[in-house]
């Protein structure tokens, strides 16, 4: 089984600082990588994904991460935080159970926090 | 746009109570899944479906048991509730078997045991 690391259990940036949420994922094969966010009170949402194709993928409110194989690494940035973007923050891996099925397996979170 | 809902947004109950959480999506989605949620420790596969009457094991099974009679309906069963099983529980559902789908999520069902 895989397993994910996120560095940093809290994060805290000032408004209009770059953010960085860091990932590190095990897997001897080119994964199915994800990042999911979670605002209070409410379930995840996907922020981006990276399924083979281009290294750098672009989410949704300016997010992107960039896949690097030789680091097993799937970082999360944003060039300028938003008060809007202070929530949790998860990074997924899509894992093959045993069974031969797929399912995520994800990481312990990130909780961001924005300064004004 | 996707949508699935969870039954209950808050529920408690008492010890050696037998639970059950549904969890349904509008989008005809083949695989279901089950998850509980624990500060630190993120999320944590419980069980998951690809198909009406099947069922696959997660990481953490023991305790719980899933219905899933109707393709859009996925059952959490907590056979006799234990206090370590208050948490909050999120459902998802997704399209594609091969991993690479977005997987859905509903708003989550935070379950007190006392």
């Known amino acids: 089984a895989q397993s994910v690391t996120q560095l940093g259990s809290h994060v805290s940036v000032s408004e209009g600082a770059l953010v960085l949420l860091r990932c590190n994922y095990s897997?001897?094969?080119?994964?199915?990588l994800f990042w999911y966010v979670q605002y209070p009170n409410q379930g995840l949402q996907l922020l981006l994904k990276?399924?083979?194709?281009?290294?750098l993928v672009k989410g949704i409110n300016d997010f992107e991460a960039e896949f690097k194989k030789s680091e097993t690494s799937f970082h999360l940035t944003k060039p300028s935080a938003h008060m809007s973007d202070a929530a949790e923050y998860f990074c997924?891996?899509?894992?093959?159970?045993?069974?031969?099925?797929?399912?995520?397996?994800f990481g312990s979170g990130t909780r961001l926090q924005v300064q004004p | 746009d996707v949508k699935v809902t969870q039954s209950s947004r808050y529920l408690v109950k008492r010890t050696g109570e037998k639970v059950f959480l549904e969890c349904v999506q509008d989008m005809d989605h083949e695989n279901m899944f089950w998850y509980r949620q624990d500060p630190g420790l993120g999320l944590r596969l419980i069980y998951f479906?690809?198909?009406?009457?099947?069922?696959e094991k997660g990481d953490i099974p023991e305790g719980y048991s899933v219905s899933r009679e109707k393709k859009e309906r996925f059952s959490l069963i907590l056979e006799s509730a234990s206090t370590n099983q208050t948490s909050m529980y999120l459902c998802a559902s997704s399209f594609k078997r091969d991993g690479s789908d977005t997987q859905y999520f509903g708003p989550g069902t935070r379950l007190t045991v006392l």
């Open positions: 997924a891996v899509s894992d093959l159970m045993d069974t031969g099925r797929r399912a995520l397996t």
């Open positions: 479906s690809y198909d009406v009457k099947m069922k």
């Open positions: 897997s001897s094969v080119p994964p199915y």
């Open positions: 990276y399924t083979s194709a281009a290294t």
